[in-house]
């Protein structure tokens, strides 16, 4: 019903900065909240941004300051701005949407994009 698939992941010195983007298709009309979570080796999934469908948003303390969430007004499209990285940013960084209908509520997740920060 929804797909999504990051980009924008790969290898950056402390201080430096990325851009991820998710890519949303399918029954876009039907997303509310959107936003970006993060695993890091033995640790749990841990929420980074999210951004719901009144342009609220909400940043775990780690991040606030650093990172920008937004959101394109067809909802195609969520990037997410990192800059002044540090190490523990190290992680798989996955897209989420949540999806909110008549018929139910539904999550869906992309396949995860590799941001690695080191020197």
């Known amino acids: 019903q929804v797909q999504l698939v990051e980009s924008g992941g790969g290898l950056v010195q402390p201080g430096g900065s990325l851009r991820l983007s998710c890519a949303a298709s399918g029954n876009v009309f039907t997303i509310d909240t959107m936003g970006w979570y993060r695993q890091a080796p033995e640790k749990q999934r841990e929420l980074v941004a999210t951004?719901?469908?009144?342009?609220?948003?909400n940043y775990r303390d780690s991040v606030k300051g650093r990172f920008t969430i937004s959101r394109d007004n067809a909802k195609t499209t969520l990037p997410l701005q990192m800059n002044n990285l540090k190490p523990e940013d190290t992680a798989v960084y996955y897209c989420?949407?949540?999806?909110?209908?008549?018929?139910?509520?539904?999550?869906?997740w992309g396949q995860g994009t590799q941001v690695t920060v080191s020197s």
């Open positions: 951004i719901s469908s009144d342009g609220h948003t």
């Open positions: 989420y949407v949540n999806v909110s209908t008549w018929a139910g509520i539904y999550d869906y």
